[in-house]
């Protein structure tokens, strides 16, 4: 049949619990992972969005989470350090608002 789909295979990789501890060779594997602020940056984007900032910081967070997903966490960090300060951005510009209202 020459219509017919072919098979598809995914090839799965194995779990390994050594995901998501941190790479560094001096850092103890018990050391906290960098945060990455997703709900953070989740909840400014629904409900307090001034000037698009929400997006900004969803992107970076997200961003974030993929860095630590892959294990570079002086990406993570970096990405980390931005949705935070957009976030806090976010929260000092509503604050004014309320205040000014």
């Given at each position: 049949?020459?219509?017919?789909?072919?098979?598809?295979?995914?090839?799965?990789?194995?779990?390994?619990?050594?995901?998501?501890?941190?790479?560094?060779?001096?850092?103890?594997?018990?050391?906290?992972?960098?945060?990455?602020?997703?709900?953070?940056s989740?909840?400014?984007?629904?409900?307090?969005?001034p000037?698009?900032?929400?997006?900004?910081?969803?992107?970076?967070?997200?961003?974030?989470?993929?860095?630590?997903?892959?294990?570079?966490?002086?990406?993570?960090?970096?990405?980390?350090?931005?949705?935070?300060?957009?976030n806090?951005t976010?929260?000092?510009?509503?604050?004014?608002?309320?205040?000014?209202?």
């Open positions: 049949m020459e219509g017919s789909p072919c098979a598809v295979s995914i090839a799965l990789v194995p779990y390994s619990p050594e995901w998501g501890k941190p790479t560094a060779p001096d850092s103890s594997p018990w050391a906290p992972l960098p945060r990455d602020f997703v709900l953070w989740f909840f400014n984007t629904v409900f307090c969005n000037c698009c900032l929400g997006f900004l910081a969803l992107a970076f967070s997200i961003k974030a989470r993929d860095c630590k997903v892959l294990g570079d966490m002086s990406g993570t960090v970096s990405y980390g350090k931005t949705a935070k300060y957009l806090i976010i929260l000092v510009l509503i604050i004014l608002l309320i205040m000014k209202v």
